[in-house]
């Protein structure tokens, strides 16, 4: 098979949560692949820091906004197309999870914020970008989930909760935009090294529970991701819409 069919050579990329661990991994791989590519943040000295690392693996920009408003969403989706010219591919990939312990004690401001940034602004940003995808004859969405959306974990809660929503929202998509050439695929992480889940693989029991659960007992790096993405995105995956993929090292098999 054609190595082409992994090419994002043309194609225009909008990474949120791109600054460090799976985000940054995924916009780093779509660089080396040929993609113009935007990432997210929020805070100004990691987004610096992040697309000055990142420049050396092809052209990529960083754009400072909080995707959990509103507001930012029309505005996110504009820069990137007044930057490059269009845009063919959206990763939802930033996320909360406030909280750790157990459901009873989320307080509905916890709740309205790990809902607006990990479902609400994965809809609208879509929403925002799916014009801009018409006008390219199609795209790609690659939504960032976990491995708590198919098996709930104690302690994550609403986390969880959030992803169950962002697997069906996924799904939906696919259903209502495949006609339109608008694949949408979410991929469901388990336990990564990366800062957004240390308080985890940190903790020696819940890691040891981990690796005596995984068919492959080593603790996946934030690369791991960035390939099924790479493949979701590019022309390889041309036939997939809809899909769910674990990449957990066989723990929820």
């Given at each position: 098979m054609s190595s082409d069919r992994?090419?994002?050579?043309?194609?225009?990329?909008?990474?949120?949560?791109?600054?460090?661990g799976i985000g940054k991994a995924i916009a780093r791989a779509y660089a080396e692949a040929g993609a113009?590519?935007?990432?997210?943040?929020?805070?100004e000295p990691a987004l610096s820091d992040a697309v000055a690392d990142l420049s050396a693996a092809?052209?990529?920009?960083?754009?400072?906004?909080?995707?959990?408003r509103l507001e930012e969403h029309g505005r996110i989706v504009?820069?990137?197309?007044?930057?490059?010219g269009a845009l063919d591919i959206l990763v939802n990939n930033a996320a909360t999870n406030p909280v750790f312990g157990p459901v009873q004690d989320t307080t509905p401001d916890v709740f309205d914020k790990i809902m607006a940034l990990n479902v609400r602004a994965p809809l609208e940003l879509a929403?925002?970008?799916?014009?801009?995808?018409?006008?390219?004859?199609?795209?790609?969405?690659?939504?960032?989930?976990?491995?708590?959306?198919?098996?709930?974990?104690?302690?994550?809660?609403i986390y969880s909760v959030s992803k169950a929503a962002l697997i069906s929202l996924t799904q939906v998509m696919a259903k209502e935009w495949g006609k339109d050439n608008i694949r949408a695929n979410v991929i469901c992480p388990g336990l990564i090294k990366t800062d957004f889940s240390s308080a985890l693989w940190q903790n020696d029991q819940i890691l040891k529970h981990m690796m005596r659960n995984q068919a492959?007992?080593?603790?996946?790096?934030?690369?791991?991701?960035?390939?099924?993405?790479?493949?979701?995105?590019?022309?390889?995956?041309?036939?997939?819409?809809?899909?769910?993929?674990?990449?957990?090292?066989?723990?929820?098999?």
């Open positions: 992994f090419s994002l050579a043309g194609k225009v990329a909008l990474v949120t949560g791109g600054t460090r113009k590519v935007m990432v997210v943040g929020r805070k092809g052209t990529v920009q960083g754009l400072s906004a909080n995707v959990s504009d820069a990137v197309v007044g930057a490059f929403k925002a970008a799916r014009p801009h995808m018409l006008a390219r004859g199609g795209g790609a969405i690659v939504n960032l989930a976990s491995i708590g959306g198919v098996s709930p974990e104690p302690g994550l809660g492959l007992a080593r603790l996946a790096e934030p690369d791991d991701i960035a390939s099924l993405a790479l493949f979701l995105a590019a022309e390889s995956a041309a036939f997939c819409t809809g899909g769910v993929y674990m990449a957990d090292g066989g723990y929820t098999i």
